[in-house]
């Protein structure tokens, strides 16, 4: 065996045995643990655009304006809560 196959070797050894080492360190999430995280992200959607078919309601009641405010609500609410899941699943 030549010296450069011995150093890839050792090399091969060293890398295996410190992915091995983090590994046991940083254990990989339980799948309760990911479905938890989808509902909180679900959660995160949700409630802005309910809040905004609240206010939109509110709002089409009082200007007489049918849907048009509810509408808004409903967009305006899905973007700021995929805002908030962006912002938070880059965070992670």
């Given amino acids: 065996m030549t010296r450069q196959e011995k150093d890839a070797v050792e090399h091969a050894a060293r890398k295996a045995a410190n992915l091995e080492r983090m590994k046991q360190s940083d254990p990989e999430p339980?799948?309760?643990s990911r479905l938890g995280q989808i509902g909180i992200?679900?959660?995160a959607v949700l409630v802005p655009m309910l809040l905004g078919v609240v206010l939109g309601r509110f709002l089409d009641?009082?200007?007489?304006?049918?849907?048009?405010?509810?509408?808004?609500?409903i967009f305006l609410?899905?973007?700021i809560g995929m805002h908030a899941v962006w912002r938070w699943m880059h965070r992670q």
Avoid at 61 to 73: E, L, P
């Fill in 77 to 79: 609410g899905a973007a």
């Fill in 61 to 73: 009641r009082v200007a007489d304006t049918g849907i048009m405010f509810t509408a808004a609500g």
């Fill in 41 to 43: 992200l679900g959660w």
């Fill in 30 to 32: 339980s799948l309760g």
